[in-house]
């Protein structure tokens, strides 16, 4: 099952390296299995000083153009490209938040910065997860490749694979773009190999943004239509990808589960990282299938529930407690 995968390719990327791993984010058009991003260590302390919460694009406009000493916003802000209101809104909630310091004078808001929000992204690691890579899975993620190529948000692109042991990997096979990297695991060893490395993408450049291509066939000789991301752009929405990589994090599919279901439980295949398993199913679960609809949902029992409460609660109250831990940790 592709989720199983997904989430021991998570709990290895996690044991093996010191990056932040985060599952199923992107931009509108683009979403991807795996978000890997590489930090600066110190720069990454510093960015805990704004809290644990994403900061959305709004606020991040208004916290790292935010001075030093106390300056009117608009004089302070570069020009947002839509109404000063909404930026106004936006210093607000950086103040409830406690990561912007206001002040009104003659009927005017001043700000000041708290601290410096820190340059804490060095790179951004893009992974599509493919356990079971057929011929018509290839040429559908062939495309979506060549995509992320083009646009170059990720700084390395990868497939990751089930390992087959055989000498050549399948997945070499198959018609992808050789920019783009192949990682061999095992699930159930959470062992893993290179299998091809990955060219480094111009981040730093305009990319290529593909809009429509050519349908195909011996009398088509239309050309793609494509438009051009500039890197300022392209800057900013990796920065919002990595704050929501870093409030979500890849332990969040709890939050989309039913814990409370007397079926659900966190079994430790690995011995390292506890994954959902349902007991009616016998095996692992997805977000997906483990919700109120689910034919085999059980709420927990009273006595469950109310098992050492309030300090404790029942078991679904406490793997989200342990979630939440190792997701914080």
Not at 247 to 261: A, I, L, N, Q
């Amino acid at each position: 099952m592709e989720f199983g995968f997904e989430v021991s390719l998570c709990s290895w990327l996690e044991t093996n390296t010191d990056w932040l791993v985060a599952r199923q984010l992107g931009t509108r058009d683009r979403r991807w299995d795996t978000i890997v991003l590489e930090c600066d260590p110190d720069a990454l302390r510093e960015r805990a000083t704004f809290g644990s919460k994403r900061l959305d694009s709004d606020l991040l406009h208004v916290v790292r153009n935010a001075p030093a000493d106390w300056t009117y916003y608009r004089d302070a802000l570069p020009d947002p490209g839509y109404p000063w209101r909404y930026v106004r809104e936006s210093i607000h909630r950086a103040d409830d938040r406690g990561i912007l310091e206001t002040r009104k004078r003659a009927n005017r808001i001043e700000i000041r910065r708290k601290w410096p929000y820190p340059d804490w992204l060095e790179r951004v690691i893009a992974i599509e997860n493919k356990p079971d890579l057929d011929a018509s899975a290839a040429r559908a993620l062939g495309s979506q490749l060549e995509y992320d190529v083009a646009v170059a948000l990720a700084d390395e692109v990868w497939v990751a694979t089930r390992a087959t042991g055989e000498r050549v990997e399948p997945v070499l096979l198959e018609d992808l773009p050789i920019e783009v990297g192949v990682l061999a695991l095992e699930p159930e060893t959470l062992s893993a190999s290179v299998e091809w490395y990955p060219r480094t993408l111009a981040v730093d450049e305009s990319g290529t943004r593909i809009l429509e291509r050519p349908a195909g066939g011996a009398r088509d000789g239309s050309a793609a239509r494509f438009e051009y991301v500039e890197s300022d752009v392209k800057a900013e929405k990796r920065l919002e990808i990595a704050e929501r990589a870093y409030e979500r994090g890849w332990r969040s599919f709890v939050e989309t589960m039913r814990p409370d279901c007397r079926h659900f439980e966190l079994r430790a295949t690995d011995g390292l990282q506890a994954l959902p398993f349902c007991q009616a199913k016998g095996r692992l679960q997805t977000a997906r299938e483990c919700s109120g609809s689910c034919s085999a949902f059980e709420p927990e029992p009273p006595a469950w529930r109310t098992k050492g409460w309030p300090l404790e609660g029942g078991p679904g109250a406490c793997c989200r407690r342990v979630l939440e831990r190792r997701r914080s940790r």
